[in-house]
């Protein structure tokens, strides 16, 4: 394999098993610190990580504010909306529920793409979302709780996150960011990271709160967002949607259930069946029918250039 595969596997790798730990680590962050804060200072210290990287890895030319406002479309999907309505459901719905929920999102995605960009999903691929939801239904239907007083508003705030996010995956790759995908990242946490914190400041969020109140989980799992969940995972998800399709990327959502179900189990005692680990297994295996699926991509112009053309 060439060097180029090699860093596509890794990517993989990110997206599958470090965001699948971040479920269990937002669980930890917010237990002391105010959701939606702890969420903005996240991706404004990793935006700020990777943007001074950017200056000394890859394309040096400075962006343009057309780029700016691309990144910030893609940010607030992605993280002032796809990643916050998650985090702060999670006060109510268990981990493990959270990964599975949003493991519909590939479905999203390719859904999207065929009715925004014209571009059916092969049949290989429909078999492949079929059988996983197969595994979806064996993981729901267990008795497994969604928490007291806000299950119903919590899985609300996850499908507003996940429909988000499959929006931001249907259009990225079509968006003019610039070249330099660290300043990409950068760029879209800075703007979705800075959103997070005028809602937080808005709510009122810091009213009473010190930081004495924050517990050394809470910071380790802050801070193990900001460098692994943010700006290692981040980024290798920014170039998987350059490098494959975007269900393709979106399988993560597939595997990170298996793995947020397994770290639950281990640090945080959470119930664990064979049911579990068969849907698991199910899971997987829809994975593998999306992932070999072939995909003729069709001739659509850059959304960039039909809004100029448009007048936009």
Do not use: H
């Not at 060097?3 to 596509?8: A, D, G, S």
Request: charged content about 10%; proline content about 4%.
């Amino acid at each position: 394999m060439n060097k180029e595969q090699w860093l596509i596997i890794g990517a993989f790798f990110c997206t599958y098993v470090v965001w699948g730990s971040t479920y269990l680590a937002n669980y930890w962050a917010i237990e002391t610190i105010p959701v939606f804060g702890m969420a903005g200072f996240r991706f404004l210290a990793a935006g700020t990580i990777l943007y001074l990287l950017s200056f000394f890895v890859g394309d040096k030319e400075r962006p343009t504010l057309r780029q700016w406002k691309n990144a910030g479309i893609i940010g607030f999907l992605f993280l002032t909306i796809g990643v916050g309505a998650v985090v702060w459901a999670q006060q109510w719905v268990p981990t493990s529920t959270t990964a599975l929920l949003i493991s519909f999102q590939p479905l999203v995605v390719m859904t999207m793409m065929w009715v925004l960009l014209d571009n059916r999903p092969p049949a290989r691929a429909f078999i492949g979302a079929a059988i996983s939801i197969g595994g979806m239904a064996l993981l729901i239907n267990q008795p497994a709780s969604l928490g007291e007083g806000g299950g119903g508003k919590g899985i609300f705030g996850i499908l507003a996150g996940l429909l988000c996010w499959g929006l931001g995956m249907t259009i990225s790759s079509r968006l003019d960011m610039g070249k330099n995908r660290f300043r990409t990242s950068a760029m879209q946490m800075l703007v979705g990271g800075t959103l997070l914190l005028i809602f937080s400041a808005s709510l009122g969020e810091w009213a009473g709160w010190s930081p004495g109140q924050m517990t050394a989980r809470s910071f380790f799992a802050w801070a193990f967002l900001v460098v692994f969940g943010s700006v290692v995972a981040y980024t290798a998800f920014n170039y998987l949607l350059v490098k494959v399709t975007p269900d393709k990327a979106s399988t993560s959502t597939y595997v990170n259930p298996v793995v947020a179900v397994l770290l639950g189990a281990w640090l945080n005692k959470e119930a664990i069946s064979t049911q579990t680990l068969v849907a698991g297994a199910v899971l997987l295996t829809g994975v593998w029918f999306i992932n070999t699926a072939r995909r003729v991509k069709p001739t659509v112009a850059p959304l960039d250039g039909v809004m100029k053309r448009k007048g936009g």
